[in-house]
Protein backbone atom coordinates (compact mmCIF):
# COMPACT_ATOMS: atom_id res chain seq x y z
CA UNK A 1 0.00 0.00 0.00
CA UNK A 2 1.42 3.55 -1.25
CA UNK A 3 -0.41 6.53 0.29
CA UNK A 4 0.89 10.09 1.05
CA UNK A 5 2.46 10.31 4.37
CA UNK A 6 0.83 12.45 6.88
CA UNK A 7 2.09 15.28 8.75
CA UNK A 8 5.36 15.39 9.70
CA UNK A 9 6.83 15.86 13.53
CA UNK A 10 9.70 15.71 15.64
CA UNK A 11 7.83 14.00 18.45
CA UNK A 12 4.85 12.95 19.74
CA UNK A 13 2.96 11.27 22.74
CA UNK A 14 0.75 8.47 21.82
CA UNK A 15 -1.18 6.54 24.38
CA UNK A 16 -4.02 3.58 23.59
CA UNK A 17 -6.86 2.40 25.99
CA UNK A 18 -8.47 4.87 27.95
CA UNK A 19 -10.87 2.68 29.26
CA UNK A 20 -13.08 5.28 30.93
CA UNK A 21 -10.21 6.64 32.72
CA UNK A 22 -10.72 10.23 32.78
CA UNK A 23 -8.61 10.78 35.77
CA UNK A 24 -6.02 8.82 34.02
CA UNK A 25 -6.39 10.31 30.94
CA UNK A 26 -6.22 13.83 32.84
CA UNK A 27 -2.64 13.09 34.32
CA UNK A 28 -1.39 11.96 30.73
CA UNK A 29 -2.34 14.57 29.10
CA UNK A 30 -0.72 17.26 31.24
CA UNK A 31 2.54 15.25 31.77
CA UNK A 32 2.48 15.04 27.91
CA UNK A 33 2.67 18.94 27.68
CA UNK A 34 5.34 19.25 29.95
CA UNK A 35 7.53 16.96 27.69
CA UNK A 36 7.33 19.70 24.60
CA UNK A 37 5.28 16.75 22.56
CA UNK A 38 4.04 18.04 19.14
CA UNK A 39 1.27 16.46 18.56
CA UNK A 40 -0.45 14.08 21.21
CA UNK A 41 -2.29 10.44 19.68
CA UNK A 42 -4.88 8.05 20.64
CA UNK A 43 -5.16 4.42 19.15
CA UNK A 44 -8.96 3.85 20.31
CA UNK A 45 -10.86 2.39 22.76
CA UNK A 46 -11.93 5.21 24.87
CA UNK A 47 -14.71 2.86 27.32
CA UNK A 48 -14.63 0.10 29.33
CA UNK A 49 -13.63 -1.23 32.74
CA UNK A 50 -13.99 2.51 34.63
CA UNK A 51 -16.99 4.62 35.56
CA UNK A 52 -18.43 7.65 33.72
CA UNK A 53 -17.61 7.58 30.10
CA UNK A 54 -18.72 10.45 28.94
CA UNK A 55 -15.82 12.13 30.85
CA UNK A 56 -13.42 11.25 28.79
CA UNK A 57 -14.69 13.07 25.81
CA UNK A 58 -14.11 16.59 26.67
CA UNK A 59 -10.40 15.82 27.77
CA UNK A 60 -9.79 13.90 24.24
CA UNK A 61 -11.59 17.22 22.47
CA UNK A 62 -9.99 20.06 24.62
CA UNK A 63 -6.53 18.61 24.73
CA UNK A 64 -6.62 18.11 20.67
CA UNK A 65 -5.91 14.20 20.91
CA UNK A 66 -5.52 13.08 17.29
CA UNK A 67 -7.73 9.97 17.90
CA UNK A 68 -8.34 6.87 15.78
CA UNK A 69 -11.08 4.10 16.20
CA UNK A 70 -10.33 0.96 18.20
CA UNK A 71 -13.02 -2.13 18.80
CA UNK A 72 -14.85 -0.61 21.70
CA UNK A 73 -15.21 2.68 19.97
CA UNK A 74 -16.21 0.92 16.47
CA UNK A 75 -19.24 -0.99 18.82
CA UNK A 76 -20.62 1.68 21.19
CA UNK A 77 -20.63 4.06 17.91
CA UNK A 78 -22.40 1.16 15.66
CA UNK A 79 -24.47 0.24 18.16
CA UNK A 80 -23.41 -3.34 18.64
CA UNK A 81 -24.31 -5.81 20.63
CA UNK A 82 -20.75 -6.64 22.19
CA UNK A 83 -17.68 -4.77 22.62
CA UNK A 84 -15.77 -6.89 20.31
CA UNK A 85 -13.01 -7.30 22.35
CA UNK A 86 -11.70 -10.68 20.63
CA UNK A 87 -12.23 -12.81 24.28
CA UNK A 88 -12.70 -16.38 23.94
CA UNK A 89 -13.16 -17.48 27.29
CA UNK A 90 -16.83 -17.29 28.84
CA UNK A 91 -15.42 -15.99 32.19
CA UNK A 92 -13.55 -13.07 30.27
CA UNK A 93 -16.62 -12.64 27.67
CA UNK A 94 -18.86 -12.60 30.72
CA UNK A 95 -16.73 -9.43 32.76
CA UNK A 96 -16.52 -7.59 29.00
CA UNK A 97 -20.38 -7.48 28.77
CA UNK A 98 -20.64 -5.79 31.94
CA UNK A 99 -18.27 -3.75 30.65
CA UNK A 100 -19.72 -2.80 27.71
CA UNK A 101 -23.44 -2.71 28.90
CA UNK A 102 -22.54 -0.16 31.01
CA UNK A 103 -20.47 1.82 28.52
CA UNK A 104 -22.66 1.70 26.07
CA UNK A 105 -26.11 3.07 27.94
CA UNK A 106 -23.88 5.57 29.61
CA UNK A 107 -21.94 7.49 26.44
CA UNK A 108 -24.02 10.20 25.04
CA UNK A 109 -25.45 10.49 20.94
CA UNK A 110 -22.80 13.09 20.84
CA UNK A 111 -20.12 11.35 21.74
CA UNK A 112 -21.09 8.14 20.11
CA UNK A 113 -21.29 9.88 16.63
CA UNK A 114 -17.77 11.44 17.58
CA UNK A 115 -16.83 7.87 18.17
CA UNK A 116 -17.77 6.96 15.07
CA UNK A 117 -16.14 9.63 12.69
CA UNK A 118 -12.72 8.42 13.93
CA UNK A 119 -10.40 6.85 11.48
CA UNK A 120 -9.42 3.39 11.77
CA UNK A 121 -5.85 4.62 10.88
CA UNK A 122 -3.73 7.55 10.85
CA UNK A 123 -0.05 8.22 8.99
CA UNK A 124 2.37 10.16 10.27
CA UNK A 125 5.84 11.75 9.23
CA UNK A 126 7.80 11.68 12.21
CA UNK A 127 11.80 12.49 11.08
CA UNK A 128 12.50 10.87 8.36
CA UNK A 129 10.69 7.45 9.73
CA UNK A 130 7.19 6.80 7.90
CA UNK A 131 4.65 5.97 10.77
CA UNK A 132 1.21 3.81 10.34
CA UNK A 133 -0.71 3.99 13.58
CA UNK A 134 -3.73 1.01 14.67
CA UNK A 135 -5.75 0.12 17.23
CA UNK A 136 -5.09 -4.07 17.69
CA UNK A 137 -3.33 -4.54 14.21
CA UNK A 138 -3.27 -2.93 10.17
CA UNK A 139 -4.98 -6.25 9.32
CA UNK A 140 -7.70 -6.40 12.01
CA UNK A 141 -8.85 -3.51 14.52
CA UNK A 142 -9.43 -6.27 17.44
CA UNK A 143 -6.22 -8.33 16.53
CA UNK A 144 -3.79 -9.04 19.69
CA UNK A 145 -0.28 -8.02 19.17
CA UNK A 146 1.51 -9.52 22.63
CA UNK A 147 5.06 -8.83 22.87
CA UNK A 148 5.56 -13.22 23.10
CA UNK A 149 3.59 -13.64 20.29
CA UNK A 150 4.20 -11.57 17.52
CA UNK A 151 6.83 -12.60 14.83
CA UNK A 152 9.24 -10.53 13.69
CA UNK A 153 8.22 -12.07 10.13
CA UNK A 154 5.00 -10.38 10.55
CA UNK A 155 6.03 -7.65 11.49
CA UNK A 156 7.98 -6.99 8.44
CA UNK A 157 5.01 -8.28 6.20
CA UNK A 158 2.95 -5.41 7.70
CA UNK A 159 5.66 -2.61 7.41
CA UNK A 160 6.47 -3.96 3.34
CA UNK A 161 2.40 -3.91 2.85
CA UNK A 162 1.86 -0.46 4.67
CA UNK A 163 5.16 1.11 3.25
CA UNK A 164 6.40 2.44 6.76
CA UNK A 165 9.07 1.86 9.06
CA UNK A 166 7.45 2.41 12.16
CA UNK A 167 4.06 0.46 13.36
CA UNK A 168 2.19 1.88 16.10
CA UNK A 169 -0.51 -0.34 18.03
CA UNK A 170 -2.08 -1.10 21.72
CA UNK A 171 -5.16 -3.33 22.23
CA UNK A 172 -3.30 -5.87 24.36
CA UNK A 173 -3.00 -3.49 27.34
CA UNK A 174 0.95 -4.29 27.69
CA UNK A 175 3.54 -2.30 26.19
CA UNK A 176 6.54 -3.30 23.99
CA UNK A 177 8.64 -2.10 21.48
CA UNK A 178 10.83 -3.99 19.25
CA UNK A 179 13.18 -2.85 16.83
CA UNK A 180 13.47 -4.77 13.52
CA UNK A 181 16.54 -5.18 11.14
CA UNK A 182 17.30 -2.36 9.05
CA UNK A 183 15.02 0.83 9.86
CA UNK A 184 11.96 -0.82 11.34
CA UNK A 185 9.99 -0.55 14.62
CA UNK A 186 6.97 -2.10 15.86
CA UNK A 187 5.79 -0.07 19.30
CA UNK A 188 2.77 -1.40 21.28
CA UNK A 189 2.22 1.88 23.30
CA UNK A 190 0.32 0.24 26.09
CA UNK A 191 -2.69 1.42 27.78
CA UNK A 192 -3.54 4.51 30.11
CA UNK A 193 -6.85 2.43 31.27
CA UNK A 194 -5.85 0.03 33.21
CA UNK A 195 -2.30 -0.94 34.74
CA UNK A 196 -0.32 -3.53 32.70
CA UNK A 197 -0.38 -6.39 35.42
CA UNK A 198 2.49 -6.07 37.10
CA UNK A 199 1.78 -5.08 40.60
CA UNK A 200 2.37 -1.42 39.73
CA UNK A 201 -0.93 0.65 40.04
CA UNK A 202 0.44 3.31 37.54
CA UNK A 203 -0.53 3.27 33.45
CA UNK A 204 1.86 4.30 30.71
CA UNK A 205 2.14 6.10 27.44
CA UNK A 206 4.60 6.71 24.79
CA UNK A 207 7.01 9.27 24.09
CA UNK A 208 8.56 8.94 20.05
CA UNK A 209 11.26 11.28 19.26
CA UNK A 210 13.12 11.07 15.69
CA UNK A 211 16.64 12.29 16.92
CA UNK A 212 16.81 11.46 13.60
CA UNK A 213 16.84 8.06 14.62
CA UNK A 214 13.72 6.66 16.34
CA UNK A 215 13.69 7.04 20.29
CA UNK A 216 11.20 5.23 22.04
CA UNK A 217 10.60 6.25 25.97
CA UNK A 218 7.85 4.83 27.64
CA UNK A 219 6.44 7.02 30.23
CA UNK A 220 4.57 6.10 33.66
CA UNK A 221 1.89 7.83 34.50
CA UNK A 222 1.19 8.42 37.94
CA UNK A 223 -2.86 9.20 38.90
CA UNK A 224 -5.09 9.21 41.75
CA UNK A 225 -5.93 5.41 41.39
CA UNK A 226 -7.83 5.17 44.58
CA UNK A 227 -10.41 7.48 43.30
CA UNK A 228 -10.99 5.71 39.72
CA UNK A 229 -11.66 2.37 42.02
CA UNK A 230 -14.24 4.33 44.39
CA UNK A 231 -15.89 5.53 41.13
CA UNK A 232 -16.06 2.27 39.97
CA UNK A 233 -16.99 0.86 43.65
CA UNK A 234 -19.88 3.79 43.69
CA UNK A 235 -20.80 2.71 39.90
CA UNK A 236 -21.80 -0.77 41.01
CA UNK A 237 -19.16 -1.98 38.34
CA UNK A 238 -17.38 -5.83 39.70
CA UNK A 239 -15.18 -5.24 42.46
CA UNK A 240 -12.61 -7.18 40.56
CA UNK A 241 -12.51 -4.13 38.53
CA UNK A 242 -11.28 -2.17 41.67
CA UNK A 243 -8.99 -4.56 42.61
CA UNK A 244 -6.81 -4.39 39.38
CA UNK A 245 -6.74 -0.29 39.93
CA UNK A 246 -6.04 -0.69 43.59
CA UNK A 247 -3.19 -3.96 43.24
CA UNK A 248 -1.79 -3.14 40.03
CA UNK A 249 -2.75 -7.37 39.33
CA UNK A 250 -5.39 -8.18 36.48
CA UNK A 251 -8.13 -9.97 37.98
CA UNK A 252 -10.11 -10.72 34.76
CA UNK A 253 -9.79 -10.53 30.95
CA UNK A 254 -6.49 -12.92 31.48
CA UNK A 255 -7.44 -15.77 29.55
CA UNK A 256 -6.39 -14.84 26.38
CA UNK A 257 -2.40 -13.50 27.92
CA UNK A 258 0.23 -15.96 26.22
CA UNK A 259 1.78 -17.80 28.55
CA UNK A 260 4.63 -15.35 28.91
CA UNK A 261 2.68 -12.42 29.78
CA UNK A 262 0.34 -14.80 31.82
CA UNK A 263 3.63 -15.66 33.90
CA UNK A 264 4.39 -12.40 35.20
CA UNK A 265 1.15 -12.11 36.80
CA UNK A 266 -0.54 -13.00 39.94
CA UNK A 267 -3.73 -14.61 38.41
CA UNK B 1 -13.01 -37.93 -6.61
CA UNK B 2 -9.39 -38.66 -8.07
CA UNK B 3 -7.41 -35.58 -7.13
CA UNK B 4 -4.55 -34.74 -9.99
CA UNK B 5 -1.58 -35.57 -8.96
CA UNK B 6 0.40 -32.70 -9.62
CA UNK B 7 3.28 -31.58 -7.16
CA UNK B 8 3.02 -28.05 -6.74
CA UNK B 9 -0.53 -27.33 -7.91
CA UNK B 10 -3.97 -27.17 -6.34
CA UNK B 11 -5.47 -30.23 -6.26
CA UNK B 12 -9.23 -29.45 -7.47
CA UNK B 13 -11.37 -32.53 -6.23
CA UNK B 14 -14.85 -33.35 -7.61
CA UNK B 15 -17.15 -32.10 -5.31
CA UNK B 16 -21.09 -32.24 -5.27
CA UNK B 17 -22.66 -28.80 -6.98
CA UNK B 18 -23.22 -25.93 -4.75
CA UNK B 19 -20.72 -26.56 -1.81
CA UNK B 20 -20.40 -23.40 -0.69
CA UNK B 21 -16.64 -22.25 0.02
CA UNK B 22 -14.67 -20.19 2.58
CA UNK B 23 -12.07 -17.38 1.33
CA UNK B 24 -8.77 -17.50 2.09
CA UNK B 25 -8.17 -14.43 3.70
CA UNK B 26 -4.49 -14.61 5.37
CA UNK B 27 -2.45 -17.42 6.85
CA UNK B 28 -2.32 -16.65 10.42
CA UNK B 29 -2.08 -20.40 11.35
CA UNK B 30 0.49 -22.82 10.43
CA UNK B 31 -1.02 -26.62 11.58
CA UNK B 32 1.88 -29.20 11.26
CA UNK B 33 0.74 -33.05 11.89
CA UNK B 34 3.44 -34.02 13.08
CA UNK B 35 2.72 -37.75 13.71
CA UNK B 36 -0.29 -37.97 11.48
CA UNK B 37 -3.04 -40.47 13.31
CA UNK B 38 0.15 -42.18 14.97
CA UNK B 39 -1.21 -42.22 19.39
CA UNK B 40 -0.20 -44.15 21.90
CA UNK B 41 -3.90 -43.90 22.65
CA UNK B 42 -7.62 -44.04 21.19
CA UNK B 43 -9.82 -41.65 22.31
CA UNK B 44 -13.51 -42.70 21.65
CA UNK B 45 -14.31 -39.27 19.88
CA UNK B 46 -10.84 -38.60 18.45
CA UNK B 47 -11.32 -36.39 15.70
CA UNK B 48 -9.20 -38.45 13.20
CA UNK B 49 -9.19 -41.96 15.03
CA UNK B 50 -5.81 -41.44 15.96
CA UNK B 51 -4.20 -44.73 17.24
CA UNK B 52 -1.59 -47.00 18.01
CA UNK B 53 -1.96 -49.69 15.24
CA UNK B 54 -1.56 -48.63 11.30
CA UNK B 55 -1.94 -45.03 11.46
CA UNK B 56 -3.93 -44.25 8.38
CA UNK B 57 -2.06 -40.67 7.92
CA UNK B 58 1.50 -41.11 8.00
CA UNK B 59 3.75 -38.95 10.45
CA UNK B 60 5.86 -36.03 8.52
CA UNK B 61 9.51 -36.89 8.12
CA UNK B 62 11.55 -33.22 9.80
CA UNK B 63 13.26 -32.22 6.13
CA UNK B 64 9.32 -32.16 5.25
CA UNK B 65 8.64 -29.78 8.68
CA UNK B 66 11.37 -27.47 8.41
CA UNK B 67 11.04 -26.61 4.44
CA UNK B 68 7.14 -25.91 5.68
CA UNK B 69 7.79 -23.53 8.92
CA UNK B 70 10.61 -22.00 6.47
CA UNK B 71 7.79 -21.37 3.65
CA UNK B 72 5.41 -19.56 6.17
CA UNK B 73 7.41 -17.70 7.87
CA UNK B 74 8.54 -15.91 4.55
CA UNK B 75 4.43 -15.79 3.95
CA UNK B 76 3.83 -13.95 7.37
CA UNK B 77 2.71 -16.90 10.17
CA UNK B 78 1.63 -15.73 12.75
CA UNK B 79 1.64 -18.80 15.34
CA UNK B 80 2.19 -22.42 14.54
CA UNK B 81 0.90 -25.64 16.08
CA UNK B 82 1.84 -29.32 16.27
CA UNK B 83 -0.72 -32.07 16.52
CA UNK B 84 -1.08 -35.56 15.51
CA UNK B 85 -1.43 -38.28 16.52
CA UNK B 86 0.20 -37.77 19.61
CA UNK B 87 3.29 -35.12 18.88
CA UNK B 88 5.76 -36.64 21.57
CA UNK B 89 6.23 -40.14 19.70
CA UNK B 90 7.39 -38.27 17.25
CA UNK B 91 11.47 -38.99 17.40
CA UNK B 92 12.73 -35.12 16.03
CA UNK B 93 9.44 -33.28 18.30
CA UNK B 94 11.90 -31.46 20.83
CA UNK B 95 14.31 -29.62 17.70
CA UNK B 96 11.42 -29.33 15.58
CA UNK B 97 9.66 -27.22 18.36
CA UNK B 98 12.86 -25.25 18.54
CA UNK B 99 13.11 -24.53 14.96
CA UNK B 100 8.91 -23.04 14.92
CA UNK B 101 10.09 -21.18 18.31
CA UNK B 102 12.89 -19.39 15.88
CA UNK B 103 10.03 -18.43 13.29
CA UNK B 104 6.81 -17.77 15.36
CA UNK B 105 4.93 -18.77 18.97
CA UNK B 106 4.25 -21.79 19.11
CA UNK B 107 1.88 -24.50 20.71
CA UNK B 108 1.63 -28.04 20.63
CA UNK B 109 -0.97 -30.55 21.43
CA UNK B 110 -0.13 -33.80 23.16
CA UNK B 111 -1.74 -36.47 25.58
CA UNK B 112 0.51 -35.82 28.40
CA UNK B 113 1.58 -39.66 28.69
CA UNK B 114 5.09 -38.61 27.13
CA UNK B 115 6.05 -36.03 29.35
CA UNK B 116 8.13 -37.40 31.85
CA UNK B 117 10.75 -34.75 34.13
CA UNK B 118 12.98 -35.00 31.15
CA UNK B 119 10.91 -34.30 28.56
CA UNK B 120 9.52 -31.29 30.53
CA UNK B 121 13.07 -29.83 31.50
CA UNK B 122 13.91 -30.13 27.52
CA UNK B 123 10.19 -27.97 27.10
CA UNK B 124 11.09 -25.62 30.10
CA UNK B 125 14.55 -24.82 28.31
CA UNK B 126 12.88 -24.21 24.94
CA UNK B 127 10.81 -21.78 26.24
CA UNK B 128 13.00 -19.67 28.22
CA UNK B 129 15.27 -19.92 25.61
CA UNK B 130 12.66 -19.31 22.95
CA UNK B 131 11.97 -15.37 21.64
CA UNK B 132 8.00 -16.31 21.64
CA UNK B 133 6.05 -18.24 23.40
CA UNK B 134 5.79 -22.15 23.59
CA UNK B 135 2.35 -23.52 24.76
CA UNK B 136 1.65 -26.85 25.81
CA UNK B 137 -1.92 -28.27 25.63
CA UNK B 138 -2.46 -31.23 27.69
CA UNK B 139 -5.74 -33.21 26.84
CA UNK B 140 -7.82 -34.22 29.53
CA UNK B 141 -11.83 -35.18 28.90
CA UNK B 142 -13.32 -35.10 32.58
CA UNK B 143 -11.45 -34.16 36.10
CA UNK B 144 -13.14 -37.82 37.02
CA UNK B 145 -10.42 -40.23 36.21
CA UNK B 146 -13.12 -43.15 35.73
CA UNK B 147 -14.94 -40.90 33.14
CA UNK B 148 -12.32 -39.46 31.24
CA UNK B 149 -10.71 -43.26 30.93
CA UNK B 150 -14.00 -44.32 29.65
CA UNK B 151 -13.37 -41.87 26.74
CA UNK B 152 -9.62 -41.68 26.44
CA UNK B 153 -8.53 -45.44 27.63
CA UNK B 154 -7.04 -46.44 30.95
CA UNK B 155 -4.35 -45.07 32.80
CA UNK B 156 -4.59 -41.54 30.75
CA UNK B 157 -6.02 -39.63 33.35
CA UNK B 158 -3.08 -40.13 35.73
CA UNK B 159 -0.61 -39.78 33.44
CA UNK B 160 -2.23 -36.66 32.04
CA UNK B 161 -2.38 -35.02 35.52
CA UNK B 162 1.16 -36.27 35.99
CA UNK B 163 2.53 -34.27 32.68
CA UNK B 164 0.23 -31.31 34.07
CA UNK B 165 2.09 -31.15 37.33
CA UNK B 166 5.32 -31.58 35.42
CA UNK B 167 4.92 -28.49 32.84
CA UNK B 168 3.26 -26.33 35.80
CA UNK B 169 6.13 -26.87 38.16
CA UNK B 170 8.44 -25.27 35.63
CA UNK B 171 6.54 -22.42 34.97
CA UNK B 172 4.72 -23.66 31.29
CA UNK B 173 1.57 -23.30 32.62
CA UNK B 174 -0.45 -25.73 30.34
CA UNK B 175 -3.70 -25.15 28.98
CA UNK B 176 -5.87 -28.19 29.51
CA UNK B 177 -8.21 -28.98 26.78
CA UNK B 178 -11.03 -30.84 26.97
CA UNK B 179 -13.94 -32.31 24.66
CA UNK B 180 -17.37 -31.68 25.50
CA UNK B 181 -17.94 -35.68 24.91
CA UNK B 182 -18.60 -35.99 28.42
CA UNK B 183 -20.51 -32.91 29.07
CA UNK B 184 -23.28 -32.08 27.53
CA UNK B 185 -22.89 -28.22 28.45
CA UNK B 186 -22.10 -25.84 25.56
CA UNK B 187 -19.06 -23.99 25.01
CA UNK B 188 -20.82 -21.11 26.84
CA UNK B 189 -21.50 -22.54 29.87
CA UNK B 190 -19.26 -21.51 32.50
CA UNK B 191 -19.90 -24.73 34.38
CA UNK B 192 -17.64 -27.18 32.33
CA UNK B 193 -14.61 -24.34 32.80
CA UNK B 194 -15.18 -23.82 36.43
CA UNK B 195 -15.26 -27.33 36.95
CA UNK B 196 -11.78 -27.97 35.45
CA UNK B 197 -10.82 -24.53 37.08
CA UNK B 198 -11.35 -25.67 40.57
CA UNK B 199 -10.16 -29.23 39.80
CA UNK B 200 -6.66 -27.72 38.72
CA UNK B 201 -6.30 -25.20 41.32
CA UNK B 202 -7.08 -28.73 43.83
CA UNK B 203 -3.78 -29.68 42.12
CA UNK B 204 -1.71 -26.28 43.05
CA UNK B 205 -2.22 -25.09 40.01
CA UNK B 206 -2.32 -21.35 40.68
CA UNK B 207 -2.60 -20.43 37.14
CA UNK B 208 -5.44 -22.66 35.60
CA UNK B 209 -5.48 -22.47 31.90
CA UNK B 210 -8.59 -24.52 30.49
CA UNK B 211 -10.18 -24.65 26.72
CA UNK B 212 -13.45 -26.45 25.81
CA UNK B 213 -13.67 -27.66 22.54
CA UNK B 214 -17.09 -29.43 21.11
CA UNK B 215 -17.38 -32.50 19.60
CA UNK B 216 -17.07 -33.40 15.67
CA UNK B 217 -18.65 -35.57 13.59
CA UNK B 218 -15.75 -36.66 12.35
CA UNK B 219 -13.12 -39.25 12.92
CA UNK B 220 -14.17 -41.88 15.55
CA UNK B 221 -17.87 -40.25 15.69
CA UNK B 222 -18.24 -39.72 11.61
CA UNK B 223 -21.78 -40.47 10.97
CA UNK B 224 -23.36 -39.25 13.95
CA UNK B 225 -24.72 -36.30 11.60
CA UNK B 226 -24.87 -35.93 7.60
CA UNK B 227 -25.71 -32.32 7.84
CA UNK B 228 -23.89 -30.47 5.25
CA UNK B 229 -23.50 -26.94 4.56
CA UNK B 230 -25.79 -24.84 1.86
CA UNK B 231 -25.26 -21.78 0.41
CA UNK B 232 -28.72 -20.71 2.12
CA UNK B 233 -26.70 -21.50 5.89
CA UNK B 234 -24.71 -18.70 5.30
CA UNK B 235 -26.37 -15.92 4.51
CA UNK B 236 -25.60 -13.07 5.77
CA UNK B 237 -22.53 -14.93 7.48
CA UNK B 238 -19.29 -13.57 7.10
CA UNK B 239 -17.34 -16.72 6.31
CA UNK B 240 -14.17 -14.65 6.34
CA UNK B 241 -14.77 -15.75 10.43
CA UNK B 242 -14.21 -19.42 9.79
CA UNK B 243 -10.85 -20.72 11.08
CA UNK B 244 -10.12 -22.31 7.40
CA UNK B 245 -10.13 -18.64 5.97
CA UNK B 246 -6.99 -18.58 7.43
CA UNK B 247 -5.43 -21.82 8.64
CA UNK B 248 -3.15 -23.86 6.79
CA UNK B 249 -2.46 -27.51 7.64
CA UNK B 250 0.68 -29.63 6.48
CA UNK B 251 0.32 -33.25 7.16
CA UNK B 252 0.66 -36.42 4.60
CA UNK B 253 -0.23 -35.66 0.99
CA UNK B 254 -0.29 -32.23 0.98
CA UNK B 255 -1.73 -29.18 2.51
CA UNK B 256 -5.26 -29.22 3.99
CA UNK B 257 -7.66 -26.81 5.07
CA UNK B 258 -8.16 -27.54 8.78
CA UNK B 259 -6.83 -29.96 11.52
CA UNK B 260 -9.85 -31.05 11.79
CA UNK B 261 -10.35 -32.35 8.48
CA UNK B 262 -6.10 -33.14 7.94
CA UNK B 263 -5.53 -36.10 5.54
CA UNK B 264 -9.09 -35.82 4.21
CA UNK B 265 -8.84 -35.89 -0.09
CA UNK B 266 -11.55 -33.27 0.20
CA UNK B 267 -10.19 -30.61 2.34
CA UNK B 268 -6.51 -31.04 0.47
CA UNK B 269 -5.86 -27.75 -1.36
CA UNK B 270 -2.48 -28.36 -2.38
CA UNK B 271 0.17 -31.79 -3.00
CA UNK B 272 3.06 -29.01 -3.06
CA UNK B 273 3.61 -26.12 -1.58
CA UNK B 274 2.06 -23.54 1.36
CA UNK B 275 1.03 -20.88 -1.09
CA UNK B 276 -0.31 -23.27 -3.72
CA UNK B 277 -2.82 -23.80 -1.21
CA UNK B 278 -4.27 -20.00 -0.86
CA UNK B 279 -7.26 -20.95 -2.70
CA UNK B 280 -11.13 -20.92 -1.17
CA UNK B 281 -11.74 -23.94 0.73
CA UNK B 282 -14.49 -26.32 0.01
CA UNK B 283 -16.89 -26.32 3.07
CA UNK B 284 -18.06 -29.66 2.37
CA UNK B 285 -18.01 -31.92 5.65
CA UNK B 286 -20.58 -32.12 8.84
CA UNK B 287 -17.66 -30.78 10.74
CA UNK B 288 -17.92 -27.52 9.02
CA UNK B 289 -21.42 -27.11 9.86
CA UNK B 290 -20.29 -27.38 14.09
CA UNK B 291 -17.26 -24.40 13.11
CA UNK B 292 -20.36 -22.85 11.51
CA UNK B 293 -22.46 -23.11 14.24
CA UNK B 294 -20.00 -22.59 17.49
CA UNK B 295 -17.46 -19.97 15.80
CA UNK B 296 -14.90 -22.60 17.36
CA UNK B 297 -11.05 -22.39 16.90
CA UNK B 298 -8.99 -24.70 17.56
CA UNK B 299 -6.03 -22.12 18.16
CA UNK B 300 -5.54 -21.60 21.98
CA UNK B 301 -7.76 -18.58 22.58
Not at chain 1, 82 to 88: N, P, S
Not at chain 1, 128 to 149: A, D, Q
Not at chain 1, 152 to 178: M, N, P, S, Y
Request: one cysteine or more; charged letters at 25%; proline letters at 8%.
Amino acid sequence: MSETPGPEYRRIAVFGGVYNNALALEAMLADARRRDVEAVFCLGDMGGFGPHPDRVFPLLREGGVLAIQGNYDESVSAGKADCGCGYTDPRDNHFARISYEYTFTRTSSDNRAWLGALPRHRRVRLGPHRVLMCHGSPRVINEFLWESTTPDGLLRRFLGEQAAEVLLCTHTGIKWHRPLPGDGHAVNVGVIGRPENDGSTNVWYTVLTAEPDLRVEFVPVHYDFDTLARQIEQEGLPPEFAETVRTGWWTTCLENLPTRERARGKF
Amino acid sequence: MTPVPRVGLPVLERMPAGVPLAPFVRLTTLWIQITGTWCNLECVHCINASGPRDPWLAPLDGDTIRRAIGEAEALGVKDIYFTGGEPFLHPEILPLLASALEVAPTSVLTNGTRINARIADALAKLAVDAPYSLEIRVSLDDVDPDLNDRVRGRRAWARAVRAIRLLDARGLLPIVTATEIVSAESPDDTRMYDRFRDFLRSLGLEKPRVKIMPVFPVGRLAGRSTERLAEDDLAGFDRGTLQCAETRVVAAGGVYACPILAGLPGARLSTGDLAASFRPAPLYHPACVTCHRTGMSCRNY
